[in-house]
């Protein structure tokens, strides 16, 4: 029931009597324990929230030395001014006589703050480890080889290998409601404000960074720089995208309530269950719509081929689901 003068729905217990027997002294008690309940359930998904697994760590551990690798021994030699933090610290390398970690390690911190501000404490905690993990790899690199060229000797191999390396980290990071720290907190600003992509955010920051390359480098280095850069925020769509992509699955068949119940049970997952007419035998059917991850997908069409060789299945790609679904199967 919805409460005319409060906008929160509370649910009462329809009995014989109606719902002008209750007393407004219990309707009150009553919402006000839902709220409680609410209220102490928020906090609880909070805490959960804010816990770090050892799995994150170590992915975050290992995706963050790939991506220093790739900035310090790709992007580095090749004066690949990209849309990132790095980009804009091989700018500013130029004007200030400071290290690259030390320049890239006060950046960091700087858009943390702000991130932390603007996105959130869950954001920042994973992200501050991501950010100190950059300059520390990149202090590293350069105590161990001070002096470095281009791997591969060919800038356009060392800008694909570099694209790809850190586009599959800075995906999973994403992922993980996390990332690398710098200029991605500045597109996650701008992907939750302004509904932008990732990808679409980081390249209109990239351009922008791409552009000051003239400033201290010359019109090449700056024209490879933002081919990279467009490229580059295409790659990321690509990558985060992967990560999202579910089966949207309709069904109809004789045995749906069979199919619907393996569906919640099995794969604990919701099923929305629709009427449906046949305009070709016109005959009353049941459609069975559910939206599964891939895996699921498979489970799912292997039962149906045993219960139903007759079933009529569509099956369509979900590039985003937004909900409960992502956090909690049904139970």
Request: glycine share 8%; hydrophobic share 45%.
């Amino acid at each position: 029931m919805l409460d005319k003068n409060n906008d929160n729905c509370i649910d009462m217990p329809e009995t014989d009597l109606g719902i002008d027997t209750l007393q407004k002294k219990d309707v009150l008690l009553f919402a006000q324990k839902k709220r409680s309940t609410s209220l102490c359930g928020n906090i609880e998904l909070r805490k959960n929230e804010m816990k770090i697994t050892k799995k994150e760590f170590i992915m975050m551990l290992g995706g963050m030395f790939l991506m220093s690798a790739a900035v310090y021994y790709e992007m580095m030699p090749n004066n690949l001014v990209l849309g990132s933090l790095s980009g804009l610290v091989l700018v500013l390398v130029k004007i200030i006589p400071l290290p690259v970690s030390t320049i890239t390690f006060v950046l960091n911190m700087i858009l943390l703050v702000i991130g932390y501000i603007f996105i959130g404490r869950e954001f920042g905690v994973k992200t501050v480890l991501a950010s100190l993990m950059l300059p520390m790899y990149l202090r590293i690199f350069e105590i161990l080889t001070p002096h470095v060229e281009s791997l591969s000797g060919n800038i356009v191999i060392d800008l694909v290998c570099f694209m790809i390396v850190v586009g599959a980290g800075q995906a999973v990071l994403f992922n993980m409601n996390a990332s690398s720290g710098g200029i991605d907190i500045v597109a996650k600003l701008i992907n939750k404000y302004l509904g932008f992509k990732i990808g679409q955010s980081i390249t209109i920051i990239g351009v922008l960074i791409s552009m000051a390359a003239i400033f201290v480098y010359d019109r090449e280095t700056m024209v490879i720089s933002l081919v990279g850069t467009l490229i580059y925020g295409q790659v990321l769509d690509r990558f985060c995208d992967g990560f999202h992509v579910r089966k949207k699955v309709s069904i109809l068949s004789k045995e749906h309530e069979k199919i619907q119940n393996y569906i919640v049970r099995e794969l604990r997952r919701g099923a929305t269950i629709y009427p449906a007419y046949g305009g070709l035998d016109h005959a009353e059917h049941v459609e069975v719509v559910t939206i599964l991850e891939k895996n699921e997908y498979g489970k799912l069409l292997s039962f149906i081929h045993e219960t139903d060789e007759h079933a009529f299945v569509t099956v369509s790609t979900v590039n985003e689901v937004v909900g409960a679904w992502n956090t909690v199967k049904s139970r």
